[in-house]
């Protein structure tokens, strides 16, 4: 080891690889000469039929990543089954004891449409005009492709290979088993999404459990998107979702998992988890509530603001010395049009970098918890708020609802989004209702509170918000445009709404939930299925529904949209739940991800990972200290002598810390080595691993100027490295 001022250089031994050596023999290795069909879904599943030379009942087949599936059929044929990968071309390789193929043809993996059906609403009243456009299942359209319908080129909702697998990897296309619902005889089944986060559009967040629910933990409950694949995020010392609930949010480079009485924090450059409990007066507020908080915003990773039922409200400040780590900022509980459920809540940075902020609620101190509502006192119980960085205010904004007597407010506001620009939109549900998050018929209101007509329709409001509260500029659709009955459902269909995303730049909302079509019958009886819903300033709005592969019906029967997110004007991601299959069929029907997609990359910046975060730190001294000369003397004295000496200052960088972490991924294993560290005083660094000299792998020279950092070393096998260095 050796330092030198200022900089720092360690040597970290990785390990040997011990090689298998296979004598060679005269056979010839296989060739392949063709393969049909040349192209498929980036999903998987396209079943391809390989021609060629030598091939052995032992062959195995790679087509950019490793393929399972693979049927000998003759020494001149095999028959495989493609696994999820991103779009791009790969080259076809077989492989068997005798030798690998090469300058084979190459597969194209392509994105392709979802079957569905998208109803496009313009106009009020009687001059409302809809259109319905329908993607058969297995067509074949390309998003961006130029249709009659779509000059511009399409713009659709892509289904993905499902990454969340209960062996951290996705599942195979061909597996329909729910996680929690049935045996997978050993096959990875499938996860539920909880919940969904996006700082960009290559750095995604994911909290995942079982499909049934239940106090089982999943496996891997975490997950991270790079920009290219879903992966489990660092596990180790996560304390689990059955501890810290099943909610997650940004913060910086930091994110938290929350829900329940313990937050659970992760110190991204530390590489760490860290668990706090709830402020015993915030605890005290909310009792025996299940869910203890119901969302949370971060403009930085030391400013966060997590809310629950009750008016509760807790402020997370990176935690200092000498202080609580996390803060009750709770409404005084005597202020009662501010006791309602919080249920949504974002964070935004502004054109000039300024913090703005909104949540939104319910009227009543718990939703769907039989609650009485709050009491109206002849003004509206609060249900939006604003930030700009500090505590959330109440501003003024009532939306659209229709009330009874005694019970005048009665639209709870279920999700929040906001653009940079200060733009946003809200769902609303009914009071008390709530899109169902597991498979079944429509939802009970509440007892407590004075009951609708099951046939008259209430309020599912999409409306236009901006941070001083309602807006001028931004009309949006109708109030009677969605709406929610229980019986005699007619028209465009009965709503009900989990979450919203505004699209960046266009200012679009994209709500999604559950679908009830138009279709007669009692509540017990109704059929739903999940939907996306856009809505634009002009008040357009479109529906989109998904058909099964095999077009007989819903892609997901009884299932509904559990989570959104958007993070480009072309790039979006929704989750649903598990749900049946209709026709008699017996097995659920597995959860589902979308991506919406036009045929072009990601309209947004890049993320990167800094591995180091603002923190205000004391300057140190100059690591050269100049004595001035005392003042000029008579010509007649001889000239001073000018004294300097060099401070050598300990090294920038200390307490190095090495962890190799292994992910299994589509049948591959990835390893990546995260370097952590301590800094003395702000540096420049990069890292190289190297084997007998040889650099194999580079993290490339970032700055940073806060306590500790982080650097990631991608790592191969095959280039094994012997030792690691850093670099400025």
């Known amino acids: 080891m050796h330092r030198s001022p200022g900089l720092f250089s ?193 750095r995604g967040l994911a909290v995942t459990a079982f ?14 998107f790079n920009g290219t694949a879903w992966a489990p995020a660092p596990q180790d010392g996560f304390p689990g979702t059955n501890k810290c609930g099943a909610k997650i949010v940004w913060a910086g480079e930091d994110y938290w998992v929350f829900g329940d009485a313990t ?20 605890a005290e507020r909310i009792g025996t509530v299940t869910t203890k908080l119901t969302s949370a915003a971060c403009f930085a990773w030391n400013n966060c603001w997590f809310f629950g039922p009750k008016g509760a409200v807790v402020h997370w400040s990176g935690a200092p010395p000498n202080e609580p780590p996390l803060v009750d900022e709770s409404p005084n509980p005597l202020d009662s049009l501010l006791q309602g459920e919080y249920t949504a809540a974002v964070a935004r940075e502004g054109p000039a970098g300024e913090p703005l902020g909104l949540a939104v609620g319910t009227t009543s101190e718990e939703a769907g918890g039989g609650e009485q509502p709050l009491p109206a006192l002849g003004s509206p119980p609060a249900q939006l708020y604003g930030s700009d960085g500090t505590g959330f205010s109440p501003l003024a904004f009532t939306p659209f609802t229709i009330g009874l007597s005694g019970d005048p407010y009665r639209t709870d506001l279920e999700a929040v989004d906001l653009d940079s620009a200060g733009q946003g939109w809200v769902a609303g549900d009914p009071a008390g209702l709530r899109a169902p998050g597991l498979s079944g018929g429509s939802p009970e209101q509440p007892t407590t509170r004075q009951a609708a007509s099951q046939s008259e329709a209430q309020y599912s409001p999409l409306q236009p918000v901006s941070t001083p509260g309602a807006v001028q500029r931004c009309e949006g659709p109708p109030a009677e445009r969605f709406t929610y009955r229980r019986e005699d459902i007619e028209g465009a269909g009965a709503f009900l709404w989990s979450s919203i995303a505004v699209l960046p730049v266009t200012g679009e909302a994209l709500a999604a939930g559950k679908l009830w079509p138009a279709q007669p019958g009692s509540g017990s009886e109704l059929t739903g299925e999940p939907d996306i819903a856009s ?194």
């Open 211 to 224: 499909s049934e629910g239940g106090e089982k933990e999943a496996p891997f409950s975490v997950w991270r």
């Open 535 to 728: 809505a634009s300033c002009s008040g357009t709005t479109t529906v989109t529904t998904f058909t099964s592969p095999n077009g007989s019906g819903p892609a997901d029967f009884e299932g509904s949209v559990n989570t959104l997110s958007a993070t480009a004007p072309n790039d979006a991601w929704a989750a649903t739940t598990q749900g049946e299959r209709p026709i008699g069929a017996p097995e659920a029907e597995p959860p589902h991800l979308y991506r919406l997609r036009n045929g072009e990359s990601s309209k947004a910046p890049e993320a990167q990972d800094e591995g180091a975060r603002s923190i205000e730190v004391q300057e140190e001294s100059h690591e050269t200290i100049v004595i001035q000369p005392p003042p000029e003397p008579p010509e007649t004295t001889p000239p001073p002598t000018v004294t300097t000496h060099t401070v050598a200052l300990p090294a920038a960088v200390y307490d190095v810390k090495a962890k190799l972490h292994t992910i299994k991924r589509g049948g591959q294993v990835y390893l990546s080595l995260y370097l952590t560290f301590k800094l003395r005083r702000a540096v420049t660094l990069g890292a190289q691993a190297l084997r007998h000299g040889s650099v194999v792998s580079v993290a490339r020279p970032r700055h940073f100027a806060g306590h500790s950092g982080q650097l990631i070393l991608s790592l191969n096998r095959k280039h094994w490295p012997t030792n690691v260095k850093f670099i400025t």
């Open 263 to 282: 937050l659970c924090r992760f110190d991204a450059p530390a590489l760490e988890w860290q668990a706090y409990s709830l402020p015993a007066a915030t």
């Open 10 to 202: 360690c040597a970290v031994t990785l390990g040997v690889l011990v090689a298998l050596v296979v004598p060679a023999t005269s056979w010839a290795a296989p060739g392949v000469t063709s393969i049909e069909p040349t192209s498929g879904s980036t999903a998987g599943g396209t079943t391809v039929t390989i021609k060629g030379t030598g091939f052995e009942d032992s062959a195995s087949v790679r087509i950019g990543v490793p393929v399972a599936a693979v049927t000998f059929v003759s020494t001149t044929e095999l028959k495989v089954e493609t696994e999820a990968h991103a779009a791009g071309k790969e080259e076809v390789v077989v492989a068997d004891l005798n030798g690998t193929s090469s300058a084979g043809p190459k597969y194209t993996y392509q994105e392709e449409c979802a079957g569905s059906a998208t109803t496009e609403t313009t106009g009020t009243g009687s001059a409302t005009k809809s259109v319905t456009r329908s993607i058969a299942p297995g067509s074949g359209i390309l998003p961006g492709s130029i249709t009659a319908e779509s000059p511009h080129g399409v713009r659709c909702w892509v289904e993905q290979a499902y990454p969340f697998g209960s062996e951290g990897g996705p599942v195979k296309p061909n597996n329909s088993v729910a996680c929690g619902t049935a045996e997978g005889d050993g096959d990875p089944c499938y996860l539920k999404v909880e919940s969904m986060a996006f700082r960009a559009w290559n």
